[in-house]
């Protein structure tokens, strides 16, 4: 049976409460590797979409889970167990083919609700934002025709020499579809309270934001004065989720959950076309377009293979051909379409990717262990603040800019073990092409904070990065305009250390592949 969710009344997004609702026919769900629990590109959630009657969601925190089922964004989920937007889940289920959207959140709903015994409880709370009215001036917007087709934004940048504008065109939108528009350029919530009925074709023109200036609002708010409209600070009254309570471990699997949901055979596209294209055209990575064209421009072959291999894209596989290394001679574009009911999530590109890398260049390969440089977090002088055990999990990357332009990151970590931070160091530093070891010997659960600069490791081999700063002398404070490097600042700030040695990795090493791809 499934445990009742509580409920509070409100219109909330793709959520209609009654019991009993849809359900999957069969699920499994169960942990992700630990190795998938780094917060980076190479292992985001990924899925989420109906291919045929199977749903998927994989590396997915609690917290993902919650907001796909809900239709909530993540930072209006409130309270829940330490570990809800630490620990990654995989679940792979079985439904009807053509099962609507609004029926799939259902069903994960049930699903969270059987498995991890989640309850949850919706309500509203005002939070900051903007409101939007209507001034008395001229009003430069007009009626969309009765026929226009969907309604929506689009940004046009204009350029003069270097961008000088965003000219965003909107047909066919109400004040209400607008005001949702605008989170995103304004970054908070918007409310509509122009009184103003219809769809509208308008354009709105503002300047670019000036990424060397203090943050500040929207250029857009003063350009929406010009067309009548007028943004000013309010209340938004949103709506929020609280996570009553979870438990970490999912309940087991129902008998027949293999034999129900056998692991698929790798996708492969259905028609692909691969070719040299050299430097001309720019540089564009795989993507699915509208209409379902999977496409890729210019791109260097090492990249490709090093997101077909799921491999960090600047760590250039063991055995490529030395040849791919100078210039652009060799970059590739693609254009492929993906077999019907196959979701084009990331991980199924990955894939196909890979099966056409294989074939087209006669590639073959093998994973061995080998002594690889790797890191060891320890203990030297520890500057950490025990953890209140109740606060969430995690780590947040906050972007910063100095009043001289220079821009940096400010990394807050609360209630993390050093087994965890050692765990995510990869994705704070893009030297870490490894796992990095926990040698610390520090127990318990700690809040920290540090200022570095992401990109500080390439300056000092040589790459010019505008707005920098020279790194502090040995003994100085940590100046946090971004010029320290995150191994640097883990041990002036935090009184911890990276010790690199060689040890065992899992390397992908390439047997045979051909420099260039055999002809379409």
Not at 129 to 146: I, S
Not at 239 to 264: F, I, K, R, W
Request: hydrophobic letters at 40%; glycine letters at 8%.
């Amino acid at each position: 049976m499934l445990r009742p969710v509580l409920l509070a009344l409100f219109i909330f997004p793709a959520a209609v409460f009654c019991q009993p609702g849809p359900a999957f026919d069969i699920a499994d769900v169960h942990t992700s590797p630990r190795a998938d629990w780094v917060k980076n590109q190479l292992h985001r959630m990924d899925g989420g979409l109906l291919a045929g009657n199977r749903y998927e969601i994989r590396r997915a925190t609690l917290l993902d889970l919650i907001r796909t089922a809900y239709g909530v964004d993540a930072d209006k989920i409130l309270g829940g167990p330490s570990w809800l937007d630490y620990d990654r889940f995989e679940i792979v289920a079985k439904t009807k083919p053509g099962t609507k959207p609004a029926d799939l959140k259902l069903m994960l709903q049930a699903l969270l609700a059987e498995r991890f015994h989640l309850v949850v409880k919706l309500d509203t709370q005002p939070i900051p934002g903007y409101v939007l009215t209507a001034t008395k001036g001229d009003r430069k917007w007009k009626a969309a025709a009765a026929d226009a087709g969907p309604g929506g934004c689009r940004n046009n940048p204009v350029f003069e020499g270097t961008l000088r504008l965003i000219a965003v065109q909107c047909s066919n939108m109400t004040m209400s579809e607008f005001a949702a528009w605008l989170k995103g350029p304004v970054s908070k919530p918007v409310l509509d309270s122009t009184a103003i009925e219809g769809a509208w074709d308008f354009e709105v023109q503002y300047p670019p934001v000036n990424m060397n200036a203090a943050p500040g609002p929207s250029p857009i708010i003063d350009a929406l004065e010009k067309i009548g409209l007028r943004l000013e600070d309010g209340k938004v009254p949103q709506p929020m989720l609280s996570v009553e309570s979870a438990v970490q471990q999912p309940t087991p699997n129902p008998p027949g959950v293999s034999q129900a949901l056998p692991p698929l055979p790798a996708p492969e596209f259905e028609v692909a076309s691969i070719k040299l294209s050299g430097g001309e055209g720019g540089t564009r990575p795989l993507r699915t377009e509208p209409g379902g064209r999977i496409v890729a421009d210019g791109m260097p072959p090492g990249s490709l293979v090093a997101q077909a291999f799921d491999q960090v894209s600047y760590l250039q596989p063991v055995g490529t051909p030395k040849s791919w290394g100078n210039g652009v001679a060799h970059n590739v574009s693609i254009i492929a379409k993906a077999p019907a009911g196959v979701a084009t999530d990331q991980d199924h590109l990955n894939a196909m990717l890979r099966a056409l890398l294989i074939d087209r260049y006669k590639m073959s390969f093998h994973f061995e262990e080998r002594p690889m440089d790797t890191d060891s977090l320890v203990a030297v002088k520890p500057k950490l603040n025990k953890a209140d055990p109740a606060s969430r999990t995690g780590c947040t990357r906050q972007p910063q800019t100095r009043s001289d332009g220079a821009r940096y990151t400010h990394l807050v970590c609360q209630n993390m073990t050093m087994a965890q931070f050692a765990e995510q160091i990869q994705a704070f530093d893009s030297e870490m092409f490894y796992p990095v070891l926990n040698e610390t010997g520090l127990d318990g659960a700690w809040d920290f904070a540090i200022d570095y600069d992401p990109l500080a490791a390439f300056a000092a081999r040589g790459f010019r990065l505008g707005g920098a700063a020279a790194a502090p002398a040995e003994g100085q404070a940590p100046d946090p305009s971004g010029s320290v490097s995150f191994r640097d600042a883990i041990q002036k700030q935090l009184g911890l250390k990276l010790d690199v040695h060689k040890h065992p990795q899992q390397v992908l090493v390439i047997d045979h592949m051909e420099e260039n791809p055999s002809d379409n």
